[in-house]
T-cell receptor, first 114, second 112 residues
Framework: NAGVTQTPKFQVLKTGQSMTLQCAQD?????MYWYRQDPGMGLRLIYY???????DKGEVPNGYNVSRLNKREFSLRLESAAPSQTSVYFC?????????????FGEGSWLTVV | AQSVTQLDSHVSVSEGTPVLLRCNYS??????LFWYVQHPNKGLQLLLK??????LVKGINGFEAEFKKSETSFHLTKPSAHMSDAAEYFC??????????FGPGTRLSVLP
């Protein structure tokens, strides 16, 4: 019962480097999400995908791109990392975009940009 | 945009005493509401959710929350705190069914 799996769990990047965070879910969920968590700010939505083939910006999309590769996978890319992107990143999946939708989270990816 | 307010950034209780974590939401419509718990360096686990059925919702580990539309509140309670309850708690609402909005979190400390 893997649920939502994110990789890598830890990563250190230099300013300007690029990287992709991978996320996969095995619950056959339609919706997938990427959040970032910063102290005192809760979780803020970066991008989400309501269904395979669609993506939408969330609250803090600048500096990120996403790809919904298929129903299972939703990746987050940092093209040119900045220290302000140091954060914990959480991928989540949910049953759909309707009332009653519940989301389930991965274990998180700790990213440090130096 | 919809919003969630958690009135306390930190709550400290003694083991065996009641827990109250407060949450208020913005009220353009009656949302789905959730409480999630996050233990240190872990992901978020669903405690309970409200989706317009019974206003008193029971969750895991003895937690419950009451939806009060007149007060736009969804406070989380537990009759008796346990050491293992020490964690960060997030109140969450849906955003027109499209995605989810998180409160800033409340850190619960449980003293022996």
């Amino acid at each position: 019962n893997a649920g939502v799996t994110q990789t890598p769990k830890f990563q250190v990047l230099k300013t300007g480097q690029s990287m992709t965070l991978q996320c996969a879910q095995d619950m056959n969920h339609n919706s997938m999400y990427w959040y970032r968590q910063d102290p005192g700010m809760g979780l803020r939505l970066i991008y989400y995908s309501a269904s395979e083939g669609t993506t939408d910006k969330g609250e803090v999309p600048n500096g990120y791109n996403v790809s919904r590769l298929n129903k299972r996978e939703f990746s987050l890319r940092l093209e040119s990392a900045a220290p302000s992107q140091t954060s914990v990143y959480f991928c989540a999946s949910g049953t759909g975009t309707h009332s009653g939708n519940t989301i389930y989270f991965g274990e998180g990816s700790w990213l440090t940009v130096v | 945009a919809q919003s969630v307010t958690q009135l306390d950034s930190h709550v400290s209780v003694s083991e065996g005493t009641p827990v109250l974590l407060r949450c208020n939401y913005s009220s353009s419509y009656s949302p789905s509401l959730f409480w999630y718990v996050q233990h240190p360096n872990k992901g978020l686990q669903l405690l309970l959710k409200y989706t317009s059925a019974a206003t008193l919702v029971k969750g895991i580990n003895g937690f419950e929350a009451e939806f009060k539309k007149s007060e736009t509140s969804f406070h989380l309670t537990k009759p008796s705190a346990h050491m293992s309850d020490a964690a960060e708690y997030f109140c969450v609402r849906d955003n027109y069914g499209q995605n989810f909005v998180f409160g800033p979190g409340t850190r619960l400390s449980v003293l022996p």
